[in-house]
């Protein structure tokens, strides 16, 4: 992370404004600050590092916003820094850090919803919808927002033949918690599904663990004991 870190900010010296490099100067300080481990530092040493971080992404961000104001993908980009920030202590975060990420990220899934990557020219565009369709329904959900989740999940993540066979393993298992925690009970067992459908060689094929299936075996037990259907369960 460290290194491509240090190559983005290779490329902001020869272009200050790339709107990739510009992003990524967003994304990898959060990362490696989340990241953060090591216990050789005070809790006051660790605080004024957050500071620190938080104050050069936000120059990051207010360049991208003001380069690249009307771009799904600098407004997707710039809402999830203040949606993490949110979460910040009082000392680094504002008030309205979650109200400015509702604005820019919901707007920004407005304009790009409806694309896929053979319909759009704009690679940037359909990156917005590939981060926006993975962390929305984690927002909402968060926000109690339910609704919201179910209806993108169910319009933007299903197969054309009305089941989830076709994603990959990875989004499966996000897909089924996020429906589970929504009470979307009869889209989580089609989730659920095409998770038991998976052979060993598609497992191996995406370079996932069999023993991923032991999360969304418990969930639809617990599915199925709510609905009363014990034998299931």
Known sequence: MNLCLELANKALMYDPTHQLGLALNISIPFTLLSGRTSFDFSESAYLDDMIFTYRNIAVTVKKMAQEYPNSPYSKTMVGLFYWVRSF?????SYEDDLQKATKLMEGAWDEVKDINSSQSADTYAYAAHHILIGMLPQFWNLKGEFDKTVELITNYSKCDNDTYNCLPIGQLD?????LYTADAYEEALKVGDAIFNMTKKDFEVQMEDESIKM????????IYLKLANYNKA
């Open 88 to 92: 910040a202590p009082a000392i680094i």
């Open 174 to 178: 996000d897909r089924i918690y996020l």
């Open 215 to 222: 999360h969304p075996y418990y969930l639809v037990a617990k």
